[in-house]
């Protein structure tokens, strides 16, 4: 805790230290003060906002603010020829040229036609672009703008075969593509869970399936099924740690193995925080917190963060 009350003020008021910072209390035997961190932190809808919650045993805040729509702005913004030509190449399936006319048409808009321009974006049902609009104008609180209910035949089809929770694949579709089908990494990953195309092709060999192409990855039903048996593997290889089976989602399951405790087991809070890749710390975080958003969003009730939560055991 001392270490905390001398970051800079910007810094210890975030939420992850503030969690720490109560975690510090805790473990002094100060109940109380780490109690009445946590009674804030549970208002948020976060990854530390969600441990507190549990805590409490409360439900989870999702402080859902949907955006006011401004009607001048929306039919501005309609009428501005990028925007219609970005609907038009949407229309014809023409979704590079549509993205290059959205880009230029926000170019130099304002903080609230960005607001107004997501919702467009949304109405037409191009949800990767409305979620990456609404970023733009750094406003996180429209929670089904953020975190569309999408591919729902295809994802609970998978959950079932595979035995997972639709939530959590929702939650790895989120934070891997913002539900963006024809989405590439840097590296080669490719469609809506973001597979590496060698790992396509292992992946079809295990399921008895003709390997056809690395272009077959931007199909979404055959990127969902591969995903979700590629991260139940990782699932049931990690004992059914959902925080080990992310990391190893994203960056690779011998890295984890290496990343398990040498000696006796380690609460999985500390163990994310060790993680020495800052990408893959975020990531893992977001996963699960994308989850439990997802799970209330569908009305579900089965996972709470401490499922996710489990300690991480030495091999």
């Not at 321009?117 to 929670?143: C, E, F, M, N, R």
């Not at 991260?231 to 959902?242: A, E, P």
């Amino acid at each position: 805790a001392g270490a905390i009350e001398q970051m800079s003020p910007e810094l210890k008021q975030g939420q992850k230290w503030q969690y720490w910072r109560a975690r510090s209390h805790f473990e002094l035997g100060e109940k109380q003060q780490g109690e009445a961190i946590f009674t804030e932190l549970k208002q948020h809808r976060s990854f530390y906002g969600f441990i507190a919650a549990d805590y409490f045993d409360q439900s989870y805040q999702l402080n859902d603010k949907p955006i006011l729509v401004d009607q001048t702005i929306f039919q501005q913004l309609l009428d501005n020829i990028s925007f219609k030509a970005a609907k038009e190449f949407l229309r014809l399936d023409r979704e590079g040229l549509a993205r290059q006319e959205w880009w230029f048409a926000i170019s130099d808009l304002d903080n609230e036609q960005y607001k107004v321009a997501a919702k467009i974006a949304q109405q037409w049902g191009w949800h990767p672009l409305a979620i990456s609009t609404i970023a733009k104008a750094k406003y996180w609180d429209d929670v089904d703008l953020r975190f569309p209910l999408v591919f729902q035949t295809q994802i609970n089809k998978n959950a079932r075969v595979r035995g997972l929770d639709p939530a959590i694949i929702y939650g790895l579709i989120r934070r891997e593509s913002a539900f963006n089908e024809n989405a590439r990494s840097p590296v080669g990953a490719r469609g809506l869970m973001q597979i590496m195309p060698k790992t396509g092709k292992s992946i079809a060999r295990s399921l008895n399936e003709r390997w056809r192409s690395k272009r077959s990855l931007n199909n979404v039903d055959t990127n969902i099924k591969y995903g979700t048996f590629y991260y139940k593997k990782l699932l049931d290889g990690f004992g059914g740690n959902y925080a080990m089976a992310a990391a190893g989602y994203n960056a690779g399951p011998h890295r984890v193995k290496k990343w398990r405790p040498k000696k006796k087991p380690m609460s999985a809070d500390i163990w994310i925080e060790l993680i020495p890749f800052n990408e893959t710390r975020k990531y893992v975080t977001a996963v699960l917190e994308y989850a439990l958003v997802y799970q209330a969003r569908l009305e579900r009730k089965s996972l709470k963060m401490s499922d996710f939560l489990k300690d991480v055991w030495p091999e």
